[in-house]
């Protein structure tokens, strides 16, 4: 259990520091230039192919959830114990947030870095969200996006799933829920990912951090929902100890 908690603290950790770093690169920093499309293609190709890497490399140790809505989805299907689960969150939000520090850290020491104005990759709605999105709509879109990718994850890591293709699917289906939720939201689909970012942030971040926290656990829940009418109870079961690469 010790090696699956520091893999899913370790993925974690990479995955906000690369991903989230692209994000803070192409849209506080303006390497995209004026183009803010490129700037969303670029932080989704970042957030798919870290998770895709990451999920062969760890998937085998832990499953490579390293976000606590795909947690709560293996949880509710059925494929770990609530103690195992509570481990894993612990380890993920202590990954997305030494991640998030380990990246501010790296920026900081730029003159061209300020933590209220550039900031760290965060989500929010209202004017923090690219189409100003209220409270409301940004709560539908990320249980929606949440459930779709951990619905995409339960069914690839299923018994009848292709585990040889399972980390190119789930890296690929990240890429395409930034690609929609980066202009609403900023995406999150991810508790541990939108938590160490916005502590370090502060403000409006911090205020609207817990939507980017429940949303998602909701999406996983809703996700398990379907895939055990979905799929039969008999193959859902993942092949790895866990629940999956993702």
Known sequence: MARKLAAELLGTLILV???????????????????????????????????LALAYVLGPISGCHVNPAVTMGALFAGRMNVVEAVGYWIAQFVGGILGALLLWCTFSSSPLYSRTKTGLGTDGWGAASHIHINAGGAFLAEVVLAAFFVFVILGVTSKIGNTATAGMVIGLTLTVVHLIGIPITGTSVNPARSLGPALIVGGTALHQVWLFIVAPLVGGILAAGLHLLVYPKATSESSTAAAAPV
Do not use: D, I, Q, R
């Not at 520091?17 to 004026?34: D, E, I, K, P, R």
């Open 17 to 51: 520091y690369f991903a989230v770093g692209v994000a803070t690169l192409s849209f506080g920093f303006g390497a995209t230039g004026s183009s803010f499309y490129a700037g969303v293609v670029a932080t989704a190709l970042a957030f798919g192919l870290t998770l």
